[in-house]
């Protein structure tokens, strides 16, 4: 059994994958993005199964990323890439993403399903839901329930924007949500530091 965390179950990955995305999700500039393809488009399915295929291509390469780094990392190495990879994440959670403007210029000019792959899965790489899957795939040896429970997250956070659109935005208090996630980034972080099971 190696040092990475055998501790966890499957669903414990899973729900832990999906809650941290979903709410770092909230007000980061790839919900933006879904707001805006959606009042371009007004075509919700077709922007929905864009989003769904743009984050299972990145978080699975994210997801792998991640299972390598925690396959080469072993112990208080591990302990240490993964507690500060979440602080780190707890940090960027404070600050507001914004979308460019030109954004949406650049891909008006296919069709929805098509604009928001394309687009959405440019705006996931390097992103803060990116970073956190690539960490929580190290952390846990189940990179297929990582994977699984991040696009969840991601969909559960972007459906209802795609949905709601700007009546969405407007009604979130997105700065008490981006002080929570950076909360629980910090307290998984300082978790793991701490050798604790996050």
Known sequence: MSARSCRCTALE???????????????????????????RYRAPVPIM??????TLLNHA???YVGA???????????????GLSFLGVGVWALFPDRIEED????????GAFTATLVAFFLAEIGDKTQIATVTLAAQYEALVTVI???TLG??????????CGSALAQSL???????????????LGIAVLLGARP
Do not use: H
């Not at 199964?49 to 743009?54: N, P």
């Open 13 to 39: 990955a899973l729900l832990l994958s999906t809650g941290v995305v979903a709410l770092a999700e909230i007000g980061d500039k790839t919900q933006l993005l879904s707001m805006m393809l959606a009042a």
């Open 49 to 54: 199964i864009g989003i769904l295929g743009a």
């Open 61 to 63: 390469g994210a997801g």
């Open 68 to 82: 390598m780094v925690g396959e080469m990392l072993d112990g208080a190495w591990m302990r240490w890439v993964v």
């Open 103 to 110: 954004t949406g210029n650049r891909i008006t000019g296919y």
């Open 148 to 150: 699984a429970g991040t």
């Open 154 to 163: 991601m969909m559960a956070a972007n459906v209802p924007a795609v949905l």
């Open 173 to 187: 208090p997105l700065r008490a949500i981006r002080f929570a996630a950076a909360a629980v980034f910090a307290v």
